[in-house]
C-alpha cells in the first residue's frame, strides 16, 4: 500500500498528518510513504527527517497524489486538490460533510473512498484514533494560555510587601475534552475556576480538577445523546443557560467557552448585555468560533474589544501549537488507517464494523454513510 501525505494549502494551518515517528510505524506495516517536500516544515520536520524514517520525499503535491493509494491529510482538500486525486484512491482526513456538500459530489464523482474522521463514534476502541479529542485537549490548553496574554492580571494569588494580589477568577462554559483541560491548565496557572455543564455527568470530572461545578438543571437523557454529545435544546433552555451564566459573568476576570453542537450553529449563552456587565479588561476566548461562537459578539478569526472585554475568536487553534498537534493527530490517524489497513487492501467493508459504518462516507462513487446519503 503506497501512502501519500501533502503540504497543507489552507490558510494558517501548521499541521501535518504524518510525522518522521509514524512514517516510521508505517514501513513496520510494509505501508510505502511519499511525502511532498516541506510538508513538515512548520512543524519542524524536515524532508531529512522523512528520507531517514524511510520515505520518499516528492517535489510536488500532484506528484505525490498521482502515485499513491491512501491519501492522509489535516484539512479537507479544496477543488484542485480533488482533482489530483487518482480515481479510485482513498481519502482520509476530517471532511465536514454537512457544510462541504459540493466536495462530497467531487469525491463520489472519482470513486474516491473518502473516511472522514471527525464522525469517529465515542467508543473505548475509537479512542485511540479520535483527533476531536486530541485537538480539542490542546485548544483546551492553549485557551487559558492566550486569556493570559490579554488579560492585565495575573493568574494566581500573591503575597508581596506591597500588599496580596487575588487570584483571577476564570468561568468554564462546557466541561468537554477542550473545558477540562481549560479548566486543569487554569488551575495550574493559580486561578479559581467555575465550570458550566448541561451534563450532570461532568460534575465528578470537574470537581475532581479542583474546580466549582455549575448544574444546568438538566438530566442526563436531556443533556446529551447516545454518542455523548451534547445534545441541542431548546430557545426557552438556552435562556434559562443565560440567566444562569449571567449570575457569575460579572465577577469574572476570564471566561472560556467551549459549548458546541455537531452540525449545528453553536448556541449563543453569552449575550452583549452579559459582556457589558463584565469587568473592565476581563477577556472572553470562544473556543466554539468555529460555529460562529458561544458569544454574541464574537468575531470568528478575530481578537476584538467590546465594552472594555477582549473576546478572542481566534480560529483553528491546534495550528498554533504545530507540533505537539502533528504528533497527537499522526497517531491518531495512523491507528486508523492500521486499523483498516486490511479492508483497504481487500476493498471488502464490514458495515457492522461501528469505526467503519460511522466514517465510511463514500464509496465507489455513491455516498454510503446513511446520515449523508442525501449529500
Known amino acids: 500500500m503506497k501512502v501519500g501525505v501533502v503540504k497543507e494549502i489552507v490558510p494558517g494551518e501548521t499541521r501535518v498528518a504524518a510525522t518522521p515517528e509514524t512514517v516510521s510505524k508505517m514501513m513496520v506495516a510494509n505501508m510505502e510513504v511519499l511525502i511532498e517536500s516541506s510538508a513538515g516544515k512548520h512543524a519542524y520536520f524536515s524532508d ?9 520525499v516528492l517535489m510536488s503535491a500532484k506528484e505525490v497524489y498521482a502515485q499513491t493509494d491512501v491519501v492522509l491529510k489535516v484539512q479537507p482538500p479544496f ?22 456538500a459540493d466536495l462530497i459530489k467531487k469525491l463520489n464523482a472519482k470513486k474516491i473512498t473518502a473516511f472522514s474522521l471527525e464522525l469517529l463514534p465515542r467508543i473505548a476502541r475509537a479512542q485511540s484514533m479520535d ?24 493568574f494566581p494569588m500573591m503575597t508581596t510587601a506591597a500588599g496580596t494580589i487575588l487570584p483571577a477568577k476564570v468561568i468554564v462554559i462546557g466541561a468537554g475534552v477542550a473545558g477540562l483541560q481549560a479548566i486543569a491548565t487554569a488551575r495550574r496557572l493559580g486561578g479559581v475556576v467555575i ?11 470537574v470537581k475532581s480538577l479542583g474546580a466549582d461545578f455549575v448544574s444546568m438543571e438538566t438530566t442526563h437523557e436531556n443533556a446529551q445523546d447516545a454518542g455523548g454529545y451534547a445534545k441541542e435544546q431548546t430557545t426557552e433552555f438556552y435562556q434559562h443557560e443565560q440567566d444562569i451564566i449571567a ?44 460555529q460562529q461562537g458561544n458569544c454574541l459578539l464574537c468575531e470568528p478569526g478575530q481578537i476584538v474589544v467590546k465594552h472594555g ?14 507540533v505537539h498537534a502533528s504528533q497527537l493527530y499522526s497517531k491518531n490517524i495512523f491507528t486508523f488507517l492500521n486499523y483498516t489497513a486490511p479492508c483497504l487492501a481487500s476493498q471488502q467493508w464490514n458495515f457492522s464494523d461501528d469505526i467503519i459504518k460511522n466514517c465510511l462516507l463514500t464509496y465507489n462513487g455513491e455516498t454510503v454513510h446513511p446520515a449523508f446519503k442525501q449529500t
Open 309 to 322: 472585554v477582549t473576546i478572542i475568536g481566534v480560529l483553528n487553534i491546534p495550528s498554533l501549537l504545530p
Open 48 to 56: 531529512q527527517d522523512y528520507t531517514q524514517a524511510g520515505a520518499h
Open 131 to 154: 483527533i476531536l479529542s486530541s485537538m480539542s485537549n490542546l485548544a483546551g490548553y492553549k485557551s487559558v494560555m492566550m486569556a493570559a496574554e490579554h488579560l492585565g492580571k495575573i
Open 195 to 205: 465550570a458550566f455543564d448541561t451534563r450532570p455527568a461532568a460534575r465528578e470530572q
Open 247 to 290: 449570575k457569575y459573568l460579572k465577577e469574572a476576570d476570564v471566561v472560556i467557552s467551549t459549548a458546541l453542537i455537531p452540525g449545528k450553529r453553536a448556541p449563543i449563552l453569552i449575550t452583549e448585555n452579559m459582556v457589558q456587565s463584565m469587568k473592565q479588561g476581563s477577556v472572553i476566548v470562544d473556543l466554539a468560533a468555529e
Open 79 to 100: 477543488n484542485d486538490e480533488v482533482d489530483f486525486l487518482r480515481e479510485g484512491s482513498t481519502l482520509i482526513a476530517p471532511l465536514y460533510p454537512v457544510k462541504n
